[in-house]
């Protein structure tokens, strides 16, 4: 048997306190009489058995309380299954140029839905979601790189994260620091368990923030990517025309639209998938992104021998049960019977 909160135990210290105090208190009361002959011969009353017994059915209650608290429980068992599982970096490019519309499927009408961000925050989830196996973390950058999750199997709270991440307001929002997004990537896959760990690295804007600005060189976080094994897969997100639409919003919180130009640095982007031995994507419309990360699916996989545990017993809800009861039946008793709370 185990507990699933162990910590939970360290409860029975005060109650082992509170239980002292009780049980010491029941037995100081009592009234000193001499004449013990003079005393009725009479069978204790229900209400003198109450207040005897009261405290240590409240006792009791509250020790099975604890102990619902620390679940105990036991396996059922265990088995090792083969499962196919790698180590990913998704970063993701959040700079001010993620809010194009140039993704925005033909007929529908330009919103938030329809940025480049919004599509590629749904199109990765759908691409977590079929790879429940892999180890995957989520880095972003625009000015800076932020790592949003550690490398996780819970790919449920990896998926709300990935919900939140919005394009950053403020001064320099525009900026794209690539070497930073990708070095921040490596450095979150690289004490993974996996042997393959690769950095899937998507950006729609030329690297401006380098060594001379005070950021990491995509030069040099492609050689320590090339050092260490992982391949980079690299998205350039954004369609070929000069000017595309934009939705901003005012200081009222109200969106308009403009048009301004597009681009992203499709040189550097090759340059760093070539050098790390993995492949490049050029996508302008949401399809295309799916299609490259299928191809990233069908390319990576790597079979690994995990442990999965089957069901467990869980006593927790029986203690639960009777604890509950106890603590209120002793209350009652204490409140009709003797006339007190415990």
């Known amino acids: 048997m185990s507990f699933a909160n162990p910590y939970a135990l360290l409860l029975l210290l005060p109650l082992a306190f509170a239980a002292w105090r009780m049980l010491r208190r029941s037995r100081g009361r009592g009234l000193k ?3 013990v002959s003079r005393i009725p011969v009479k069978t204790a009353s229900w209400r003198v058995f109450c207040a005897t017994f009261t ?7 509250m020790l099975l309380l604890v102990l619902a608290c620390a679940r105990p429980r036991i396996p059922l068992g265990k088995d090792r299954k083969n499962v196919d599982a790698i180590a990913i ?12 519309l140039d993704l925005t499927p033909k007929g529908a009408e330009y919103s938030k839905d329809t940025t480049r961000l919004s599509v590629v925050k749904k199109v990765f989830a759908d691409f977590v979601e079929k790879r429940p196996d892999d180890l995957i973390s989520l880095v972003t ?5 932020t790592a949003r999750t550690p490398l996780t199997s819970d790919h449920e709270t990896l998926l709300n994260v990935l919900k939140g991440v919005e394009i950053p307001v ?10 930073d997004g990708l070095s921040v990537g490596l450095l979150r896959i690289k004490d993974a368990k996996p042997k393959s760990k690769i950095v899937i690295l998507l950006s729609d804007g030329a690297c401006t923030v380098g060594a001379e ?27 070929k025309a000069q000017l595309v639409p934009f939705l901003l919003t005012d ?37 295309g992104l799916e299609m490259a990360l299928e191809e990233i699916d069908k390319l990576e996989t790597t079979p690994l021998e995990v442990d999965e545990w089957k069901r467990w017993i869980e006593y927790f809800p029986v203690l639960l049960s009777f604890g509950a009861s106890l603590v209120v039946l ?5 409140m009709l019977a003797v006339r007190r709370l415990i």
Not at 330 to 334: A, I, R
């Open 89 to 100: 970096a998704m970063v993701v490019d959040v700079s001010g140029s993620m809010s194009a």
């Open 213 to 239: 600005q005070g950021g990491v060189d995509p030069q040099a976080a492609t050689e320590a990517a090339a050092k260490m094994g992982v391949k980079v897969y690299t998205i350039g997100v954004g369609s």
């Open 170 to 179: 403020g001064d320099g929002e525009a900026e794209t620091a690539i070497g």
């Open 55 to 61: 405290p240590y059915i409240a006792i009791l209650g």
């Open 141 to 145: 950058f625009g000015t800076y790189a």
């Open 330 to 334: 002793s209350s009652l008793l204490s």
């Open 251 to 287: 200081g009222y919180g109200r969106n308009f639209i403009r048009r301004g130009p597009s681009g992203f640095d499709e040189a550097l982007l090759k340059n760093i998938a070539a050098k790390t031995s993995g492949m490049y994507f050029a996508v302008n419309d949401r399809d």
């Open 33 to 35: 009489f001499s004449a």
